[in-house]
């Protein structure tokens, strides 16, 4: 394929405003233990816009975004045996770890302080073909639509590992505070654990969401919930936020904050932490991680919002999340046809 040009959404060095900028480019091609495949669907996250708004430092130039990646195998780099061509496979955020550190032997690769992500340090889904790591990418069950399993790969998986830090028991009552891409799948999870889901939004139609997906009380972010929680987890990039979950906390609850860059937390009363609350920051994600959520998935698929966009108007998907002006995920649809 030496010589082939294809579709791609640049942020390049200097880009008037961090936009994205459409561009044609060779296909790349994959080295030793890379895979490349033809893109089908990628998720639109927050995350990227952290990276447009230099929030987070693209780490090469030119930087093509995009980590919740499903394609079609259409070229295997020398080494690579796990995989054959034409099968359809998924690549999230973790790009790389060392693999020999204590955190990488302890199960905590997440914490690799060697790890590389997809679309920050290494060119992502928002193009029509990109190359990964074949021992950081995951076969696509069959039953799961590109498009539908797009938003799976980061938002799915952060929000099930969200869930985990927090401690959530079945039984228990959850606040989930902002209501979105994350927020939509990991109230699905929760009900499947058996807990009792409260769901704060300062958007009334995403408080609606949540109660069509099951939760059993909606409310502003500022309103007190009808029981003290037994754990919450916080996807708004906000400070203010994290203490107002922390607030709605009954004794021995923990807060898990789902985020990759947020602002400032504000003096937090010890009074508001003491009886043993905690607060836990959720950082990244573990390949364990995602194959238990894909087999979650593979065995009851979950109700995923897609909002389509073509990938010229990646641009206009970031706007209109910034803006919380969808339900459920933007997805960039690649499709053939």
């Not at 690549?91 to 693999?99: A, S």
């Not at 309103?223 to 607030?247: C, D, K, M, N, W």
């Amino acid at each position: 394929m030496n010589g082939t040009k294809m579709r791609a959404m640049i942020l390049s060095a200097g880009t008037q405003g961090n936009r994205l900028t459409p561009r044609e480019i060779l296909v790349p091609e994959p080295g030793v233990g890379l895979i490349r495949l033809r893109v089908q669907a990628c998720g639109v996250c927050r995350t990227d816009l952290h990276i447009l708004d230099g929030d987070l430092k693209a780490g090469k130039t030119d930087l093509i975004p995009g980590h919740q990646v499903v394609g079609r195998i259409d070229a295997l780099g020398p080494g690579v045996k796990d995989f054959r061509i034409g099968e359809t496979v998924g690549v999230t955020w973790l790009n790389h770890t060392c693999g020999a550190c204590g955190y990488c032997s302890e199960g905590a690769e997440n914490l690799c302080e060697q790890a590389a992500f997809t679309g920050l340090g290494a060119d992502g889904g928002y193009a029509e073909a990109m190359v990964a790591p074949a021992a950081f990418a995951f076969p696509i069950p069959a039953s799961l639509d590109p498009m539908q399993a797009a938003p799976l790969l980061c938002a799915g998986v952060i929000g099930y590992r969200s869930l985990k830090v927090c401690g959530i028991r079945p039984g228990g009552i959850l606040g989930l505070f902002g209501f979105g891409a994350s927020a939509h799948l990991a109230i699905q999870v929760a009900l499947r654990w058996g807990c009792r889901v409260y769901a704060f939004s300062r958007e009334a139609d995403h408080r609606a969401h949540a109660l069509a997906l099951g939760a059993e009380w909606s409310g502003p972010i500022e309103a007190p919930p009808p029981e003290p929680l037994h754990a919450a987890i916080t996807f708004a990039p906000s400070g203010q936020v994290v203490a107002q979950a922390l607030r709605r906390l009954r004794r021995g609850g923990t807060v898990a904050i789902n985020a990759v860059h947020m602002d400032d937390l504000p003096p937090i009363p010890f009074a508001e932490l003491y009886h043993e609350r905690g607060l836990r920051s959720v950082a990244n994600l573990t390949r364990a991680d995602v194959r238990e959520f894909l087999d979650l998935a593979a065995k009851q698929p979950f109700r995923v919002t897609v909002n389509p966009y073509p990938l010229e108007e990646a641009g206009l998907a970031l706007d209109r999340l910034r803006d919380s002006a969808f339900l459920g995920s933007a997805v960039l649809d690649l499709r053939e046809g």
